[in-house]
């Protein structure tokens, strides 16, 4: 059971917005217990998937299964019970408190007369602290810097204490060092807290890193999908992302590490021109 | 690959978590004392703020019963509502003076807290069911069933009817365009424009029938009101309030949009439905005693944030409170202060409301808010 606990699948699943046809003909196993990455070039589906996947917008065909039942026929506030979402953009509302915000993260937790209880204050105690947002509680959220605000959003999703947490992008918009405060995050959530972590994230090299397991699309169909080491290569790199690179491992992970060619090797022109040509210019890019 | 992994994972994690957590520290710590007296602070303005609330609307209460035609002393006008001292001030304070108060303090309770609701369901600080047309359709509706022949505790009835026929038509011809704000306000504009015309022309139709009331249904009033009408409305209105109290949680959720909301497990549409539903129903009965009183909903949930912040349940619950004391505020300044009789309690709070409403407008196309 423990094996395929909080494994989300989908059945030849199809997403539409309106006539257009984002997401196709799916089947998808994301392994429980696991940090999957799922990645691709811009409008392949990727947000969309996780929209599918989280209940948020339903299939026009196929089905996606929560430990083999169909989460479109499980309540709303059951599935929020097992299921945490960080979307893209989230809304921060005007002036709200980072504690105030996280508190939010107990609605499914709540019935309609509850009062606030204890275990819904340690469950928004422990987000904050985990977080490393605790001494930021009485912060109004839209003052924050973007990395401090994406935790306070992360806690949010915390403190509604569920099993399977998936993040649309967490990274975007961040720098690098908040990029890895993230990540890093979320690894740690995976490996102490035992939370499943479904994310979509555009840097391949930081997928490999973090990723247990990697799901890539192509225009809404799945290219490839499995443990990173064995799916990145750069045979998928040119057919996924039309990009000629070398697939390195990286010097500090051993983990795939995408290295683009030069601009001229990609150009197609012998790697000895590009070299002259960089000499010539002092660089490797000339606004031609 | 699991090799690889597991040392991916306990590299950067030792390397990057604890120095996070220490720069999170180290940049809030200087900030921590005066930001967490600062939540006690607002605390502490909302207690105040009720309390200030509640001895003005006592102190309102009792000057609108004490004064009038016949003036008499505090002391006596409050044994007279409940019954004691000279059978001339009981009928004087019991059925003209006391039905009176308690229909503005029902009516501004209402208005405040619709005006709170919708001005969080849409997100824009200029949504109230006076500018949006709903107290024009509750209006509409009385009136209808007035001309009709009903017996005045119908008078709710007509007035949800109607208000629920404005949010439709508000519905119909704003939906194509996401429920946008400036669209939004000027359908709603055209709505109640519309929906006065038609309470004009009930007026000029059924002028035996609505000759008493017809200020009550053009600007807004609440003189003349009875037991029986207060009584009506005000049944409703306790339970409508204590539901938005209830409700006030779901509101927070769709503050955080439709995606995160969702995830939370509220459905949104539905929810989104049910509360505009209920601060139609507010606004309805408050239009069923008072008629299309505007400014009071525009406002109120603007003085309740300036004072307390953010919204939270405490801010829907002061939003009543500030709605009751300004519409009898407002009621004592039409019925005793100004030297024109017969003046409907409408007439001033238009009067706050006109340039209220401009200076809003005028904020929200200004380049700072537009850039936000």
Request: proline share 5%; with cysteine.
């Amino acid at each position: 059971m423990t094996a395929t606990a909080n494994q989300l699948s989908t059945q030849g699943l199809d997403l539409r917005y309106g006539d257009r046809l984002v997401v196709g003909e799916l089947d998808l196993t994301l392994p429980g217990g696991a940090v999957t990455a799922i990645v691709g070039p811009n409008a392949c589906g990727k947000s969309t998937l996780l929209r599918g996947l989280s209940r948020l917008l339903a299939p026009a065909a196929g089905t996606v299964t929560l430990d083999g039942s169909d989460i479109h026929r499980m309540s709303a506030r059951t599935l929020a019970l097992r299921m945490g979402l960080l979307p893209q953009q989230p809304v921060t509302p005007e002036a709200i408190t980072v504690e105030a915000l996280v508190r939010l993260g107990r609605y499914p937790h709540q019935r309609l007369l509850s009062p606030w209880s204890a275990a819904d204050q340690k469950a928004v105690d422990e987000a904050l602290e985990r977080t490393g947002t605790a001494a930021l509680r009485d912060h109004p959220v839209d003052r924050l810097s973007g990395g401090q605000r994406q935790r306070a959003w992360i806690a949010l999703a915390l403190a509604q204490d569920t099993e399977l947490l998936l993040l649309d992008e967490p990274t975007t918009f961040l720098d690098l060092r908040h990029q890895l405060d993230v990540l890093d995050l979320v690894a740690a959530l995976h490996a102490e807290a035992g939370r499943t972590v479904v994310m979509v994230l555009h840097d391949l090299g930081q997928a490999a890193r973090y990723a247990d397991h990697m799901v890539v699309l192509k225009d809404g169909r799945l290219a490839a999908a499995g443990a990173p080491a064995d799916v990145l290569d750069a045979e998928l790199v040119k057919s996924v992302f039309d990009v000629d690179c070398r697939v390195i491992p990286d010097p500090e992970t051993g983990t795939p590490l995408v290295v683009p060619m030069s601009r001229g090797a990609r150009r197609g022109r012998e790697p000895e021109r590009a070299e002259a040509r960089r000499a010539e210019h002092g660089r490797g890019l000339d606004p031609g | 690959m699991s090799t690889t992994k597991g040392g991916s994972m306990s590299a950067t994690k030792s390397g990057s978590a604890s120095a996070t957590k220490d720069d999170s520290m180290s940049a809030t710590t200087v900030a921590v004392r005066p930001k967490s007296t600062a939540r006690a602070r607002v605390r502490r303005r909302v207690t105040l703020f009720a309390t200030t609330g509640l001895l003005a609307l006592f102190a309102l209460l009792t000057l609108s019963l004490t004064t009038g035609e016949i003036p008499m002393p505090a002391g006596t006008a409050l044994r007279a509502l409940i019954g004691l001292g000279d059978p001339g001030d009981v009928l004087v304070v019991q059925e003209f003076r006391a039905p009176r108060s308690v229909a503005a303090i029902v009516a501004g309770a209402g208005l405040g807290a619709a005006g709170c609701v919708l001005q969080r369901l849409f997100r824009n600080p200029l949504a109230s069911p006076d500018v949006m047309g709903i107290t024009g359709g509750a209006s509409l509706g009385a009136v209808a069933l007035i001309a009709a022949g009903a017996s005045p505790t119908l008078i709710p009835v007509g007035a949800l009817g109607g208000g629920l026929l404005a949010a439709l038509l508000l519905g119909v011809f704003a939906w194509g365009s996401g429920l946008a704000v400036t669209r939004l306000v000027l359908t709603g504009l055209a709505v109640q424009a519309g929906l006065a015309a038609a309470v004009n022309l009930m007026i000029v139709r059924f002028p035996a029938e609505l000759a008493g009331s017809a200020l009550q249904w053009t600007t807004g009033s609440v003189y003349g009101r009875t037991w029986a009408e207060v009584w009506g409305a005000g049944g409703a209105m306790v339970p409508a309030l204590a539901t938005a109290l209830v409700m006030n949680r779901q509101l927070a959720v769709l503050d955080l949009g439709d995606d995160s909301a969702g995830a939370l497990g509220l459905r949104t549409s539905s929810a989104r439905l049910r509360l505009l539903v209920l601060a139609v129903v507010l606004a309805s009965l408050a239009a069923a005693l008072a008629g299309p009183v505007t400014f009071v909903a525009l406002a109120v949930p603007h003085i309740v944030r300036f004072v307390t912040g953010p919204p939270t349940a405490a801010s829907l619950a002061l939003a009543g409170l500030t709605g009751a004391v300004l519409l009898l505020a407002s009621d004592l300044v039409v019925h005793h202060l100004l030297p024109i009789e017969g003046l409907p309690v409408g007439a001033v709070t238009a009067t706050l409301g006109a340039p209220w409403l401009l200076i809003l407008m005028l904020r929200q196309s200004s380049p700072v808010q537009r850039s936000q």
